[in-house]
C-alpha cells in the first residue's frame, strides 16, 4: 500500500538557518510528489510538485526538493529560514490507482529568533 | 480566480446533532474532494467525485455520513448524527483536467462536545 512517513514530529531551526524536513515514501511506480505547507487555520497550500525530469524542484517561497528513487525520498530544503515559515508542513504522494493524494503526519515548523 | 471556497470556517455542535458543511470548488473542476483532518495528523480521503458520481466513498462512514454533489459543482457533506470523535477539521479540494494536484480550501473546524 502507498503510504508516506515523515519522520520528525516537530524540528525547531533558528531564523537564518537552513532546514530540511525529510519525507519518505513507499509506492510501486514513479510517483507524483508533493510538499504542502499549513499555516494556523488555514488551508493546504503546494509549496512544489515533482512529477518527472530534473530531480531538483523549486518551489515558492525560497523551498526546494529533492527527489531521490534509490532512497525513496523526497526531502523538503530552504537555505535560510524566515519567522514566517513556522507553520506545518506536509509531504504527500498521489496515487493514480486510486486517483487521490496520501499524506504523512506532517512535521511542525518552530522558527526561534 | 477564487480559490476553493468552504463554509462555514467554524462549528461548535453537541454531540448527536446534525452538522452541515458546503464547497464550492475552483471553477471548471470537475474533481471534488473531502478530506478530514484529525488534531496532529494529515488530511484522510472521506469521498472524491468526479462530476456528479462519488467514484471512491470507500472511507466515509456511511452511518452517519452523506455527502451529495448536486450539478456537478457544489458539494455539501453532512454528519447525523455527530460523536465527540467527529472533531476535526474538514477539507475540500479540487481538480481539474486530469491534473493530479489538488487545490485546498480553508476547511472547517468542527467541534463536537
Known amino acids: 500500500a502507498q503510504s508516506v512517513t515523515q519522520p520528525d514530529i516537530h524540528i525547531t531551526v533558528s531564523e537564518g538557518a537552513s532546514l530540511e524536513l525529510r519525507c519518505n515514501y513507499s509506492?510501486?511506480?514513479?510517483?507524483?510528489l508533493f510538499w504542502y505547507v499549513q499555516s494556523p487555520g488555514q488551508g493546504l497550500q503546494l509549496l512544489l510538485k515533482?512529477?518527472?525530469?530534473?530531480?531538483l524542484v523549486q518551489g515558492i517561497k525560497g523551498f526546494e526538493a529533492e527527489f531521490k528513487r534509490s532512497q525513496s525520498s523526497f526531502n523538503l530544503r530552504k537555505p535560510s529560514v524566515h519567522w514566517s515559515d513556522a507553520a506545518e508542513y506536509f509531504c504527500?504522494?498521489?496515487?493514480?490507482?486510486?486517483?487521490?493524494?496520501?499524506f504523512g503526519a506532517g512535521t511542525r515548523l518552530f522558527v526561534k529568533a | 480566480e477564487a480559490g476553493v471556497v468552504q463554509s462555514p470556517r467554524y462549528k461548535i455542535i453537541e454531540k448527536k446533532q446534525p452538522v452541515a458543511f458546503w464547497c464550492n470548488p475552483i471553477?471548471?473542476?470537475?474533481?471534488l474532494y473531502w478530506y478530514r483532518q484529525n488534531l496532529g495528523q494529515g488530511p484522510e480521503l472521506l469521498i472524491r467525485?468526479?462530476?456528479?458520481?462519488?467514484?471512491?466513498d470507500s472511507q466515509l462512514p456511511k452511518d452517519r455520513f452523506s455527502a451529495e454533489r448536486l450539478k456537478g459543482v457544489d458539494s455539501t457533506l453532512k454528519i447525523q448524527p455527530a460523536e465527540l470523535g467527529d472533531s476535526a477539521v474538514y477539507l475540500c479540494?479540487?481538480?481539474?483536467?486530469?491534473?493530479?494536484?489538488?487545490?485546498f480550501g480553508q476547511g472547517t473546524r468542527l467541534t463536537v462536545v
Open positions: 479540494a479540487s481538480s481539474g483536467g486530469g491534473n493530479t494536484e489538488a487545490f
Open positions: 509506492y510501486g511506480a514513479t510517483p507524483y
Open positions: 515533482y512529477f518527472s525530469g530534473d530531480t
Open positions: 504527500a504522494v498521489f496515487n493514480t490507482g486510486g486517483f487521490k493524494t496520501i
Open positions: 471553477s471548471g473542476h470537475n474533481t
Open positions: 467525485y468526479e462530476n456528479e458520481e462519488a467514484v471512491d
